[in-house]
């Protein structure tokens, strides 16, 4: 007896541990697949009718068209190998939805159902293809163009089965349809072409549209650059300007302040005052070497300091030359002050 009530403890704890587990396997299962359809199927299914729309209306309906109006069937013919070519195509991509290992038993019956329906939407439109070719390479009269009944039924099972999946799992996508003409005979194909010329002519019209904006905007942003470019500029030439102003102005004091010995200050190279000259009075010569170097270390830093703080430049070498431009006094490469030259 002891042993029964063992095993009925065992088993409710078993199920006690376990039951909460399952439940959330399920609820990831659940999600997995939720995001499967979201990001996956449904993006590719899209496409794929997407794609079979647009190759049908091209290389069916407005091609063979065109081909009961001007009788000339070795365009036609070209472009129903090319549509054949892109339907083998549509259906190797039906083939690579594969199914996930989290979808249950309904799930993997409502994918294969839409897999198989749209295969077989895509081996019809192929036969018919083929059909008209054969009919052309054995130069075959043909007055109109009727299909066999496209797969409606077959798309709009696939729709359905679609539909009632992503519903499933709380997701609503819009029915797939196609855009394939059954049945083209003469005045039809007046109405495809009346209605694929309009078509033509509002894509072109939006390209042009786009064309249009782009180059607006491309002009804008040229004329928004060219003002920013402008103000800079301005600004720039500002800054120059005061500069210039400041610059002339520190080297007014520092002449004035050499009451006549200094004959000029001016950068060694073109508008640069990283390096400047200190033009000295010949009497320079008539100081001894001592009263010299006094004169350079006095001079020199208090024309570096005026010179820096007018913004100009971070640093400034000073070397002293006399009025025939021969150098007189430079500052020493190490160890500071100035190396005087007789």
Same mark, same amino acid.
């Given at each position: 007896?002891?042993?029964?009530?063992?095993?009925?403890?065992?088993?409710?704890?078993?199920?006690?541990?376990?039951?909460?587990?399952?439940?959330?396997?399920?609820?990831?299962?659940?999600?997995?697949?939720?995001?499967?359809?979201?990001?996956?199927?449904?993006?590719?299914?899209?496409?794929?009718?997407?794609?079979?729309?647009?190759?049908?209306?091209?290389?069916?309906?407005?091609?063979?068209?065109?081909?009961?109006?001007e009788k000339d069937k070795k365009?036609?013919?070209?472009?129903?190998?090319?549509?054949?070519? @892109?339907? !083998? *195509?549509? =259906?190797?991509?039906?083939?690579? %939805?594969?199914?996930?290992?989290?979808? +249950?038993? #309904? $799930?993997?019956k409502k994918i294969k159902q839409?897999?198989?329906?749209?295969?077989?939407?895509?081996?019809?439109?192929?036969?018919?293809?083929?059909?008209?070719?054969?009919?052309?390479?054995?130069?075959?009269?043909?007055?109109?163009?009727?299909?066999?009944?496209?797969?409606?039924?077959?798309?709009?099972?696939?729709?359905?089965?679609?539909?009632?999946?992503? @519903?499933? !799992? *709380?997701? =609503?996508?819009?029915?797939?349809? %196609?855009?394939?003409?059954?049945?083209? +005979?003469? #005045? $039809?194909?007046?109405?495809?072409?009346?209605?694929?010329?309009?078509?033509?002519?509002?894509?072109?019209?939006?390209?042009?549209?786009?064309?249009?904006?782009?180059?607006?905007?491309k002009a804008a942003e040229a004329?928004?650059?060219?003002?920013?470019?402008?103000?800079?500029?301005?600004?720039?030439?500002?800054?120059?300007?005061?500069?210039?102003?400041?610059?002339?102005?520190?080297?007014?004091?520092?002449?004035?302040?050499?009451?006549?010995?200094?004959?000029?200050?001016?950068?060694?190279?073109?508008?640069?005052?990283?390096?400047?000259?200190?033009?000295?009075?010949?009497?320079?010569?008539?100081?001894?070497?001592?009263?010299?170097?006094?004169?350079?270390?006095?001079?020199?830093?208090?024309?570096?300091?005026?010179?820096?703080?007018?913004?100009?430049?971070?640093?400034?070498?000073?070397?002293?030359?006399?009025?025939?431009?021969?150098?007189?006094?430079?500052?020493?490469?190490?160890?500071?002050?100035?190396?005087?030259?007789?």
């Amino acid at each position: 007896m002891q042993n029964k009530k063992l095993s009925v403890f065992i088993i409710a704890l078993f199920l006690l541990v376990n039951l909460p587990i399952a439940n959330v396997s399920a609820k990831e299962s659940d999600q997995d697949m939720d995001v499967w359809l979201k990001e996956e199927m449904n993006p590719r299914i899209i496409k794929i009718v997407g794609n079979y729309n647009k190759s049908s209306q091209e290389n069916w309906n407005v091609n063979l068209s065109q081909y009961l109006i001007e009788k000339d069937k070795k365009p036609a013919a070209k472009k129903l190998k090319a549509f054949r070519d @892109e339907l !083998n *195509d549509l =259906k190797k991509e039906v083939k690579q %939805i594969k199914i996930p290992d989290t979808a +249950d038993k #309904k $799930e993997r019956k409502k994918i294969k159902q839409i897999k198989k329906n749209l295969t077989k939407t895509l081996k019809r439109s192929d036969k018919d293809a083929n059909r008209l070719i054969k009919k052309f390479d054995k130069d075959k009269k043909v007055t109109s163009i009727a299909a066999r009944k496209v797969e409606k039924k077959a798309i709009s099972k696939a729709s359905d089965a679609f539909v009632s999946l992503n @519903e499933f !799992n *709380d997701m =609503k996508v819009d029915p797939l349809k %196609i855009g394939f003409a059954e049945n083209i +005979d003469q #005045k $039809e194909a007046e109405a495809i072409l009346i209605q694929h010329d309009a078509e033509q002519k509002k894509i072109a019209e939006m390209k042009e549209k786009k064309k249009r904006e782009k180059e607006e905007k491309k002009a804008a942003e040229a004329e928004k650059q060219l003002i920013e470019e402008e103000k800079n500029k301005a600004k720039r030439e500002a800054a120059k300007k005061e500069a210039k102003e400041k610059i002339d102005k520190a080297v007014s004091e520092l002449i004035s302040m050499g009451d006549g010995s200094i004959k000029n200050i001016r950068p060694t190279s073109g508008d640069d005052w990283i390096a400047v000259y200190v033009e000295v009075d010949n009497t320079w010569h008539l100081f001894s070497q001592e009263e010299q170097k006094y004169m350079a270390e006095t001079i020199g830093p208090a024309v570096e300091s005026s010179i820096v703080e007018t913004g100009i430049t971070d640093y400034c070498d000073v070397h002293f030359i006399d009025e025939n431009g021969m150098t007189v006094a430079s500052p020493k490469f190490l160890g500071g002050g100035y190396k005087i030259k007789n």
